[in-house]
């Protein structure tokens, strides 16, 4: 990194002192909220499908009254719009799908159709095309009441499960989260079972075309696609003349593997979906209630669910490694001593978190020796390159009571991440080359999310480790890691965000990356990235992107201001001036005088949108810690390089 003049301080001494007291606000509140074991956790909050399709489970399993389901009505009720539908994220117009999923879960819980909440939703519904117009998987929820005909399901021949690894395809070809959550759905798509819940419902009213002209099959595109469609039609022709070969083969196999992956905790994956579809496999091959696996699979979810006096919700998944990590890093930056007890019990319990047994990555990665954390309480199928990153630049900020445990942790870790590394030159969040697109283009797939390719977030994420904390990977790894977050750069200086909305968020992680792992070769590129963050700044002084720009390219960058999209942008900017000597003072000033202003009185940020993404243009996230320790690095790095701000 390059030597720096010192320079007089311009700023405003009184502002400088808001500065001040804003980021001992908020470590103030960081360090109230730590767990006694040590970790920070926080809820992660999705759109109402994950707790609409947990409902159904129950309903489907007889176990409804065994949970306060009473209190999703009120959740759902909360969260519906006026327009009548609900959202994918804050402030989207609502949802078709989300919105049919919805409608769907206050029936079964007893709500009858003539409820106005029920009409509002009907008449939004029906407007966006119904039923008939909802994406694959919620056809698949309503088929498993009858409320939609398989017919209209795509079918997935279980023998699949067969392919050998040396196979051009097998499903290990899919990324680790359709992985999961398809392998169940092998056994659900092959017996295609009507479930009758209490109530027993109908959604003949949800049919914009009428129930009697609903027409069960998969759309032609008129392009190449339609292979799969023909394909589909095949595959279920040789159900009704059961001439599926090695059908009950598939089956067991698929039994097998959900069996082996389940945690002791119960989860699968880590994730609702996985965990839901799991359970739906289990219910269909007979399981019963008092079975130690559904016990345990029930249990799992419950541990995910957030109960008040008044609602009932549930997460799809939980973030205690990644908050944590990230936390940590907050606090220590901002200036609290590394081997502060409380800390140190964060890194202790981050070092117990570390996953040393063999996961899916390794049948496609035969080099590989585990040393990877996940985002979990438990997951020891699917460590990801992003929480090991994290944790690593976590571990690396602290001073813990064993630092020779900690170095053996780190070097374990990184070791395992090179061989993680894709064929491109960049990572990818879960699994090495994890590409194969066409997956993309099956019926099945209309999430567009059945692959895990290398991303310049991830690959960033990696490069920044590696600089930040001087850790040794071969030059070559670097070097084609580099060239790849290079190659991801678009022409405005802007890179794409993955797993965070969106180019604000990849831009800052790029930015941080090469700022510290190539400040003197890419200057043009760390100086595009900080214009681009500069052009794209609202004038509040903020920053902010909708979730649209996923769709939309004309929405890069443009959004109402939130804490957390501020933070990354001064991440980026004061990063890239620390690496080329040019800082964007009047941005960030103004962007810290947001944050400052911002803040209330307990040393929180709030912010209803949506910051985080599971999948682009589907699933979207609101981490509820985002607001909180994003904003505490910003400010910390700010003060610190304050003097050199001129």
Request: charged share 20%; with cysteine; hydrophobic share 40%.
């Amino acid at each position: 990194m390059q030597t720096q003049d010192r320079v007089t301080r311009n700023g405003d001494s009184k502002a400088f002192s808001k500065v001040s007291e804003a980021i001992a606000a908020s470590q103030n509140y960081l360090l109230s909220i730590q767990d006694p074991q040590g970790y920070w956790w926080a809820e992660l909050e999705s759109n109402v499908t994950i707790t609409s399709e947990v409902v159904l489970l129950h309903k489907i399993w007889g176990t409804d009254r065994d949970r306060p389901l009473h209190k999703v009505e009120a959740y759902l009720r909360a969260e519906q719009r006026e327009h009548g539908g609900w959202e994918l994220f804050c402030g989207d117009g609502g949802d078709l799908s989300t919105s049919v999923e919805a409608y769907m879960a206050l029936r079964l819980l007893g709500v009858p159709q003539s409820d106005p909440a029920l009409l509002r939703a009907k008449d939004f519904i029906l407007k966006r095309g119904g039923i008939s117009k909802t994406r694959i998987f919620t056809k698949i929820h309503l088929a498993l009441i009858g409320c939609y005909d398989w017919r209209g399901v795509p079918a997935i021949p279980p023998w699949i499960m067969l392919f050998p690894e040396n196979f051009p395809f097998t499903i290990y070809e899919m990324s680790s989260w359709a992985r999961s959550s398809t392998v169940p759905l092998l056994i659900v798509f092959d017996r295609k079972p009507v479930f009758v819940t209490e109530p027993a419902i109908t959604l003949d009213e949800l049919y914009a075309e009428g129930i009697e002209n609903a027409r069960y099959e998969l759309p032609l595109r008129g392009d190449w696609t339609d292979v799969f469609v023909w394909l589909d039609k095949a595959f279920k022709l040789a159900e009704d003349l059961h001439l599926v070969p090695w059908r009950q083969a598939g089956v067991d196999a698929a039994e097998k593997w959900i069996l082996e992956r389940q945690e002791v905790s119960g989860d699968w994956g880590g994730i609702i979906p996985a965990m839901l579809n799991s359970l739906l496999s289990l219910r269909v091959l007979g399981y019963d209630t008092a079975d130690p696996v559904v016990e345990r699979g029930l249990k799992a979810i419950d541990n995910f669910a957030i109960a008040t006096e008044e609602t009932y919700r549930v997460q799809p998944c939980v973030s205690p490694v990644w908050d944590t990590a990230w936390t940590l890093r907050a606090l220590v930056e901002s200036g609290i001593a590394p081997d502060n007890p409380a800390l140190a019990r964060g890194g202790e319990w981050l070092l117990g978190k570390q996953i040393l047994s063999y996961g899916d990555w390794a049948v496609k990665n035969k080099q590989g020796k585990p040393g990877g954390w996940a985002f979990e309480f438990e997951n020891r199928f699917y460590p990801d390159l992003d929480d090991s990153a994290v944790v690593v630049m976590a571990l690396n900020g602290l001073k813990l009571p064993n630092e020779s445990l900690k170095q053996a942790a780190i070097k374990r870790c990184v070791a395992w991440m090179a061989t993680m590394q894709c064929r491109s030159g960049g990572w990818a969040a879960f699994d090495v080359d994890n590409d194969q697109n066409w997956l993309n283009y099956l019926p099945y797939a209309d999430l567009k999310a059945m692959i895990d390719p290398n991303t310049a977030d991830v690959t960033a994420r990696v490069l920044e480790m590696l600089g930040s904390g001087n850790l040794m990977m071969d030059s070559d790894r670097v070097e084609r890691a580099t060239a790849f977050l290079e190659k991801q750069q678009e022409a405005d200086g802007s890179w794409f965000g993955r797993w965070g909305v969106n180019y604000i968020y990849g831009t800052s992680g790029a930015i941080s990356a090469l700022a510290v792992i190539a400040p003197r070769t890419h200057q043009r590129q760390l100086q595009g990235g900080a214009a681009w963050l500069v052009g794209c700044q609202n004038p509040d002084g903020g920053w902010g992107e909708t979730c649209r720009s996923y769709d939309d390219p004309t929405l890069k960058g443009k959004g109402v201001s939130t804490a957390s999209q501020t933070a990354w942008a001064l991440i980026g900017l004061l990063a890239a001036g620390q690496a080329t000597g040019k800082f964007e003072q009047r941005a960030i000033e103004s962007g810290i005088n947001y944050l400052v202003a911002v803040q209330r009185s307990d040393g929180t940020w709030d912010e209803c949108e949506f910051t985080g993404t599971g999948f682009p243009g589907h699933f979207y996230l609101k981490y509820h810690l985002y607001q909180q320790y994003f904003p505490l690095i910003a400010l910390s790095r700010y003060q610190r390089l304050q003097p050199y701000i001129s």
